[in-house]
């Protein structure tokens, strides 16, 4: 596909936003009624608080009010967290926040704006990249926004993962489509969104040596090598920027430290010990990870290099990540993924299938909003943007 073949006709963004925000609206719905019951869910009185405060999202807000200010932050601090951990939360969305506080003056709306303005532009983009994989994109995008429903959870919150992935894909189809210079400056834009994407940049490395390989190579491609550089110059500015608001030009990885968040030996999730795993629950892991390889092994068989590569590089460093949440830090490769199994949204098996597992997507997009809260017992610090 390429960008300029993105259908801006009225009826095609109409369906399009149907698909974004209908299903968004059924889960913000019952906490803006402040509803004390939803069948068997008991519900709380805090109403669309339950939406704002829900990890990380008051974290950016705070960034997005202070600019990482350390003596802003200890000012309005709200929580016991110290102030240079707010450096493990990047600043593109808090920057992107603090652009629609001049129009939305309630900083979380501005911030739910965002986000729902990325969701809006995340499925414009998926549609244009899967149309041509299945007979049924509009089924495939309801599909990609609705789940993983841990990622679905992102879509009705303050959180960076919509922004993450638009760019991601973005940065991955201008690649595809030698717009390479483009797609370096996009890519280092997904990695001012969250750090970890930066583990994506050796597939594009390796997608350009497989197409020199297989091609006649030309001297002047050597600079597309080049351009790969500008993702890890954007790390050195982020980690500079870092060390002039707060003198140390290391205290990303630091505060990473201090967050028990590094990683570790493959396949660590599967430590009760860890501090972010805590349980032995965590069989879903395993389905995840079948899945993620599979499809990475169906896209070289279908000679998809680059996303192939991004799949099973990315994989393979999800492995080493002793977390829980692992399907919320795949987000990036999520689109990936669905290209490898674009074809099941033609079955009709797959399709009455998804419809009968949507109450379960339903249920556990609010029970995990509902319990994944952060402690802010006073909002006046965060309410507006000036």
């Given at each position: ?27 913000l ?100 990249f ?122 990303y ?5 201090l ?11 599967f430590?009760?010990?860890?501090v ?81 597992t ?29």
């Amino acid at each position: 596909m390429t960008i300029k073949s993105i259908n801006l006709n009225l009826r095609h963004l109409l369906i399009i936003f149907l698909i974004t925000f209908l299903p968004i609206v059924f889960v913000l719905l019952p906490f803006y009624l402040k509803l004390d019951q939803l069948l068997f869910l008991k519900l709380n009185n805090k109403g669309l608080i339950n939406i704002y405060q829900n990890w990380d999202g008051p974290n950016y807000l705070i960034v997005a009010k202070t600019n990482y200010d350390l003596e802003k932050i200890r000012y309005m601090l709200i929580t016991n967290t110290p102030e240079a951990y707010f450096t493990a939360h990047l600043p593109l969305y808090p920057f992107l926040i603090k652009i629609a506080g001049v129009v939305i003056p309630i900083l979380p709306i501005a911030g739910l704006f965002v986000n729902f303005v990325f969701s809006f532009l995340l499925n414009l983009l998926f549609f244009e990249f899967i149309k041509s994989k299945t007979n049924h994109p509009y089924f495939a995008v309801f599909v990609f926004t609705l789940f993983p429903a841990r990622i679905f959870v992102t879509r009705n919150i303050i959180a960076p993962e919509p922004i993450l992935m638009f760019l991601t894909l973005l940065s991955f189809i201008l690649s595809e489509n030698k717009r390479l210079f483009k797609s370096a400056i996009v890519f280092s834009l997904s990695v001012l969104t969250k750090l970890q994407n930066i583990v994506l940049l050796p597939a594009f490395f390796l997608y350009y040596v497989t197409n020199d390989l297989t091609h006649r190579f030309k001297k002047q491609n050597i600079i597309k090598y080049s351009f790969l550089f500008i993702p890890s110059a954007t790390v050195v500015l982020l980690f500079y920027f870092y060390y002039l608001k707060t003198g140390d030009f290391f205290i990303y990885f630091r505060v990473q430290r201090l967050n028990n968040l590094q990683m570790s030996l493959p396949f660590s999730q599967f430590d009760k010990t860890a501090v972010w795993v805590g349980n032995i629950w965590l069989e879903e892991i395993i389905f995840y990870y079948l899945i993620f390889f599979l499809a990475g092994i169906i896209l070289i068989k279908q000679k998809n290099y680059l996303y192939a590569s991004a799949i099973l590089i990315y994989t393979t460093f999800l492995t080493t990540l002793p977390h829980n949440d692992i399907i919320r830090f795949s987000a990036s490769i999520i689109p990936f993924v669905y290209l490898a199994f674009a074809k099941l949204f033609d079955k009709k098996e797959f399709r009455l299938a998804f419809i009968l597992t949507l109450p379960a997507i339903y249920f556990f997009t609010v029970n995990f909003i509902l319990n994944n809260q952060a402690g802010i017992a006073d909002w006046s610090f965060l309410w507006f943007s000036k």
